[in-house]
């Protein structure tokens, strides 16, 4: 599948690093380091466009090396980025640790997952169809 995108960067396109990853890494695009307090938050830029086909998604989602190493996450994971986006991709970083962490120009901050999906109509009715879990929520189905 081909994507179109404007790097405006200095760094490369985003790349997938093995032969069966199912995310891109992408970097940050900033003029200098920044320094993210303990549960601050900041969105990084990374001087990405990119023009979807209608049917498919990009989702943007943490490293799990950022995340088990340094606490670094990302808000609202995954970010969604829809087929009509066509501003810059901004990536909401926070960190959960109880130390500072630095980011720097050209440092892979978040990947990136291209997905397709389905559009949903919504069928109004009454009753919904039995099943053996019913209306039980979090936790229901046990542990083990």
């Known amino acids: 599948m081909k ?78 980025i829809d087929a009509d986006y066509r501003g810059e991709i901004g990536v909401i970083v926070v960190n959960l640790s109880k130390d500072p962490f630095v980011i720097n120009d050209g440092e892979r901050i978040a990947q990136l997952v291209i997905a397709k999906h389905e559009r949903a109509e919504w069928e109004a009715v009454e009753v919904l169809s039995e099943t053996t879990r019913g209306a039980g929520g979090f936790g229901s189905t046990g542990v083990k």
């Open 3 to 80: 994507i179109k995108i404007i790097n405006k960067s200095k760094h490369d396109l985003p790349n997938y690093e093995t032969i069966a990853s199912a995310g891109m890494d992408i970097r940050a695009h900033i003029d200098a380091p920044i320094t993210l307090g303990s549960l601050e938050r900041v969105i990084v830029k990374t001087g990405l466009f990119i023009e979807l086909p209608i049917g498919y998604e990009a989702q943007v989602r943490p490293r799990s090396g950022l995340a088990a190493k340094h606490g670094i996450t990302m808000l609202n994971s995954p970010g969604t």
